[in-house]
């Protein structure tokens, strides 16, 4: 069992990945402040083009064709960010199964002897 898990293989994955998955996970930050940033841009458009109630320029913001891209970018970044999070936590299980697995035979070899 033990043959099939690389406890370094895992490590390096870790050590290659975690980089990624900074970057994955600034991006989806990032985003998801200047959406808020966007939102405050568009209403503003919309209150100088003569739309005065917020909840009307709210609802411009919204509809806005920057701002729906802004949200597929945001979709794209939580998956990114998601995928390499998941990534990471499976080779962690990996090692904890190795780490179990060496202890359990430690112990096995202690008691036949």
Known sequence: ???????FACLDFMRDHSAQY??????????EEFR???KA???KCAELEGINTAAAQEREAYADPDYVELLKGLQAA???????????VSAQAKIEAWRTIEA?????GKVTT
């Open 41 to 43: 841009m568009l209403m």
């Open 22 to 31: 900074a970057v994955a996970k600034a991006q989806r930050v990032y985003l």
């Open 36 to 38: 808020k940033s966007k």
């Open 78 to 88: 939580v998956q990114e960010e998601e995928r390499l999070k998941w990534l990471l």
């Open 1 to 7: 069992m033990t043959e099939d898990i690389n406890v």
């Open 104 to 108: 359990n035979r430690r112990f096995e």
